[in-house]
């Protein structure tokens, strides 16, 4: 089977340490220290065989991620954009659904207790957590301290066949009532990226009492799947703060009450007018730029009449935040950080929603076929016009 996959030089920075769960020359969870020159490749893999508790999956639809994006995207001397968890050559892409073809004999489905059999729609976790460390065992897999993950470190679903541990893997059939086959399986694609923004707003920032107001920086996947989610838990006023006009009219489709473009007004003045200077109970930083906006997240807190603002950064960068803790120390406020989308009934919370008429789809702006891969990756780079990206054809 074809496979897109990415690889690069392993070339440390001279300032970088080897830490005690890096390999030399293979794994790092400090990529854009590491690996320098990366480079995509269509290779030719043998169609993988499920092991006694994996489940092999036929790719229906797989979404391109701003980290595949970052991953492929290099800096002057080279080195990938990607901070994070990385191991090259891999199979890149992790936002996916298909159907089930073949299951191990203790593959078995955590809804319903059977064994996964062969034509069941599903869609699948990419944080293969080990179940047995610490960070496990205290309830927060996406922190596993043996953490892999599909299409970062072990090979993914940038190819027509998948394997993973039935642990991660979800049915999505639900879905096929209310809108049909085709838009079942790019609904099991966006499960991934919705649910890390139901992870970020829900879990790590705690969720909203119906009423309350938030705002949304950043008008990318994780930014306009936080809208729908917020909605749908009752917030008053969902405010996206987005330069891209075609971003911020997708969006208020799809739970937004309003979208601003702080290049043509003041961020955090627009919020303060919109919600009659209440301001909001939790600010999404989904921008990837903390420092650039941080001064309008202060400026919200400071001014809003709203106490115990919570932030939570979400988009991954290699960036520093200028924090003044008198901001969040008169204001009773908190920063928070969250990363991945496992646990706390997340996945199965989320296809819920999207059972009951939670449409993110619109986020999907373009569907392309393998061989478009990396045009499209070096595309999203510099184009805000495009949201998700989504391959659909695998020959």
């Not at 007018?273 to 909001?280: E, K, L, Q, R, S």
Request: hydrophobic share 40%; charged share 25%; aromatic share 6%.
């Amino acid at each position: 089977m074809r496979a897109v996959c990415l690889n690069a030089d392993w070339d440390p920075k001279p300032d970088f340490k080897l830490g005690t769960k890096d390999i030399e020359g293979k794994l790092t969870y400090l990529g854009s220290k590491v690996w320098r020159n990366p480079r995509i490749e269509i290779v030719e893999k043998d169609m993988p065989v499920p092991g006694p508790e994996e489940v092999l999956i036929e790719v229906k639809a797989c979404g391109i991620c701003g980290s595949d994006v970052h991953m492929r995207q290099s800096d002057d001397e080279g080195y990938i954009f990607y901070p994070g968890l990385t191991a090259f050559p891999s199979t890149l892409g992790h936002e996916f659904s298909g159907i089930v073809v073949d299951a191990g004999e203790e593959a078995r489905n955590k809804q319903t207790g059977k064994k996964f059999e062969a034509g069941e729609a599903v869609c699948s976790e990419e944080m293969i957590w080990c179940a047995q460390c610490k960070p496990c065992a205290d309830g927060y897999p996406n922190h596993c301290e043996r953490l892999e993950e599909l299409g970062f470190s072990i090979d993914g679903a940038y190819a027509r066949y998948v394997k993973v541990n039935a642990r991660y893997v979800w049915n999505i059939g639900g879905l096929q009532e209310l809108y049909g086959e085709e838009k079942m399986y790019e609904l099991g694609s966006l499960v991934e990226p919705t649910s890390v923004a139901y992870n970020a707003v829900i879990e790590r920032g705690g969720g909203i009492r119906a009423g309350e107001n938030v705002v949304i920086l950043g008008g990318g996947p994780i930014g306009v799947a936080a809208c729908a989610v917020l909605a749908r838990a009752g917030a008053a006023a969902v405010v996206l703060s987005e330069p891209s006009k075609s971003r911020r009219e997708m969006a208020l489709t799809m739970g937004a009450t309003h979208a601003i473009d702080p290049t043509e007004v003041n961020a955090a003045e627009a919020v303060l007018d919109i919600t009659n200077g209440v301001g909001a109970r939790i600010i999404l930083e989904a921008t990837g730029l903390p420092s650039i906006v941080w001064s309008d997240v202060e400026r919200i807190i400071w001014e809003g009449k709203a106490l115990n603002t919570t932030v939570v950064v979400v988009a991954r960068a290699d960036d520093r935040i200028p924090l003044n803790g008198e901001v969040l120390q008169v204001r009773r406020a908190s920063v928070v950080g969250s990363q991945g989308h496992s646990g706390h009934g997340t996945f199965p919370n989320v296809i819920s929603c999207m059972a009951k008429g939670m449409d993110v789809s619109p986020m999907i702006t373009k569907r392309i076929g393998l061989d478009e891969v990396e045009e499209n990756l070096v595309t999203l780079q510099t184009d805000r016009n495009e949201v998700k990206i989504t391959i659909k054809n695998f020959d």
